[in-house]
């Protein structure tokens, strides 16, 4: 019916965007009526295009095998609470892009978006809940001319809240026409991450369910993975403890060039990525040998025979390159750094912790599903060699 209106109004002509939207050209003026009417009787009518109600999403886990999380899901809820409050919202707000990814992947283009989401999962007391990564600070304007930061994990159920305070935030303190992104730039990583903090927390399996099924889809996300009642108790694991640290160091690494990037901030970021890295793959091993040293070369050594030899922690499409990040910071790590150097494995690490979490989900499912420890033979290895 599209196309028979398409024909009937621009003469066969019409053009699909990058934002997911057909556009229809040269309309006379005195068809926009009924043109609107067509539209109407298919549901196509819906003010807003190119406009901050206008979420753009990938294909996710509708359909997509690599889709960790209901992309298209959190699209469609954000879409219709933006929707309802369109009109008290201002040209600068309307301006701003959403765009939600279902896995690191990009195909919604969040890495440009104001506000961007690319879907992970993380444990729970042995649940998977549903998460997005939070992504600000991209400029889709001027060819795309700035990617955006990373902020750290989201529950799903809780993203539209985000956005809400995050819109809030903007409309109260911005100055003398800031745009969004100038606004996030201003503030600085590290407040911002204060004023989303209070959004990261989950509750109980038991206080609300609702927080461990995904958006638009009735049922539990971890069922189907580690089996009902299958609770790992009510302690968080060495592993998630070692993981959380290296999301800290992380963002201190983002936070030390934040605000000046002179050589020995540049220094400190790239030393940073490179501990996150190695203190997640620390808290990986920790799952097979919870005496693992805190020796760098041991833990090296360790996660390539644990991990990578053994195709443990290989990404399903990536497959090992999230490690090479790890091997490749470490076999440089004394060479000089540049900014461009530091950014890239800050970006590196950011990856490299969403793949330790994955691996961590893929060893806690195997192992609450499994009555048979898949690592039993893994387990007794002894370091017999250290690379100096
Ligand atoms: S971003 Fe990930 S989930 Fe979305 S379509 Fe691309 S590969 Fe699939």
Same mark, same amino acid.
């Given at each position: 019916?599209?196309?028979? #209106?398409?024909?009937?109004?621009?003469?066969?002509?019409?053009?699909?965007?990058?934002?997911?939207?057909?556009?229809?050209?040269?309309?006379?003026?005195?068809?926009?009526?009924?043109?609107?009417?067509?539209?109407?009787?298919?549901?196509?009518?819906?003010?807003?295009?190119?406009?901050?109600?206008?979420?753009?999403?990938?294909?996710?886990?509708?359909?997509?095998?690599?889709?960790?999380?209901?992309?298209?899901?959190?699209?469609?809820?954000?879409?219709?609470?933006?929707?309802?409050?369109?009109?008290?919202?201002?040209?600068?707000?309307?301006?701003?892009?959403?765009?939600?990814?279902?896995?690191?992947?990009?195909?919604?283009?969040?890495?440009?978006?104001?506000?961007?989401?690319?879907?992970?999962?993380?444990?729970?007391?042995?649940?998977?809940?549903?998460?997005?990564?939070?992504?600000?600070?991209?400029?889709?304007?001027?060819?795309?001319?700035?990617?955006?930061?990373?902020?750290?994990? #989201?529950?799903?159920?809780?993203? *539209?809240?985000?956005?809400?305070?995050?819109?809030?935030?903007?409309?109260?303190?911005?100055?003398?026409?800031?745009?969004?992104?100038?606004?996030?730039?201003?503030?600085?990583?590290?407040?911002?991450?204060?004023?989303?903090?209070?959004?990261?927390?989950?509750?109980?399996?038991?206080?609300?369910?609702s927080y461990y099924a995904?958006?638009?889809?009735?049922?539990?996300?971890? #069922?189907?993975?580690?089996?009902?009642?299958?609770?790992?108790?009510?302690?968080?694991?060495?592993?998630?403890?070692?993981?959380?640290?290296?999301?800290?160091?992380?963002?201190?690494?983002?936070?030390? #060039?934040?605000?000046?990037?002179?050589?020995?901030?540049?220094?400190?970021?790239?030393?940073?990525?490179?501990?996150?890295?190695?203190?997640?793959?620390?808290?990986?091993?920790?799952?097979?040998?919870?005496?693992?040293?805190?020796?760098?070369?041991?833990?090296?050594?360790?996660?390539?025979?644990?991990?990578?030899?053994?195709?443990?922690?290989?990404d399903p499409f990536a497959?090992?390159?999230?490690?090479?990040?790890?091997?490749?910071?470490?076999?440089?790590?004394?060479?000089?750094?540049?900014?461009?150097?530091?950014?890239?494995?800050?970006?590196?690490?950011?990856?490299?912790?969403?793949?330790?979490?994955?691996?961590?989900?893929?060893?806690?499912?195997?192992?609450?599903?499994? *009555?048979?420890?898949p690592f039993k033979n893994?387990?007794?290895?002894?370091?017999?060699?250290?690379?100096?």
């Amino acid at each position: 019916r599209l196309a028979d #209106i398409t024909r009937r109004f621009t003469g066969d002509n019409a053009r699909t965007t990058v934002e997911q939207n057909i556009l229809l050209r040269w309309i006379h003026e005195a068809d926009l009526p009924a043109l609107y009417q067509a539209l109407r009787e298919i549901n196509l009518h819906a003010a807003g295009a190119q406009s901050i109600v206008d979420v753009t999403a990938c294909p996710g886990t509708d359909t997509c095998k690599l889709g960790i999380a209901s992309s298209r899901g959190l699209a469609g809820e954000l879409r219709n609470r933006l929707a309802e409050k369109n009109l008290q919202y201002d040209e600068a707000v309307r301006d701003i892009r959403i765009k939600a990814s279902g896995c690191f992947n990009s195909c919604s283009q969040h890495t440009v978006a104001e506000i961007g989401f690319f879907g992970s999962s993380r444990n729970v007391k042995g649940f998977r809940v549903p998460h997005f990564q939070l992504v600000l600070g991209g400029e889709w304007d001027n060819n795309a001319a700035h990617y955006g930061q990373t902020f750290g994990a #989201i529950p799903s159920k809780r993203v *539209p809240e985000v956005v809400d305070h995050l819109l809030n935030l903007y409309m109260r303190d911005r100055q003398n026409g800031e745009k969004f992104r100038e606004y996030i730039a201003r503030r600085g990583k590290k407040e911002i991450k204060e004023e989303i903090a209070p959004f990261t927390t989950v509750p109980s399996y038991n206080e609300d369910r609702s927080y461990y099924a995904d958006w638009a889809d009735a049922r539990e996300f971890t #069922i189907g993975d580690i089996g009902v009642g299958e609770c790992a108790g009510e302690v968080v694991s060495l592993t998630d403890f070692g993981i959380a640290l290296a999301e800290g160091l992380h963002f201190d690494a983002q936070v030390a #060039i934040e605000k000046t990037t002179d050589q020995a901030s540049v220094d400190t970021a790239a030393g940073l990525a490179l501990d996150a890295m190695v203190s997640a793959a620390q808290a990986l091993i920790k799952v097979q040998d919870i005496d693992i040293s805190n020796d760098p070369d041991v833990i090296l050594q360790e996660f390539r025979t644990r991990f990578y030899d053994t195709e443990l922690f290989f990404d399903p499409f990536a497959k090992g390159k999230f490690a090479h990040y790890l091997f490749n910071a470490y076999k440089h790590r004394n060479d000089p750094k540049t900014l461009d150097i530091a950014l890239r494995l800050i970006e590196e690490t950011g990856l490299f912790i969403e793949a330790s979490h994955a691996c961590n989900d893929r060893l806690q499912a195997a192992q609450l599903s499994e *009555p048979v420890n898949p690592f039993k033979n893994l387990v007794s290895r002894k370091v017999t060699a250290v690379k100096a």
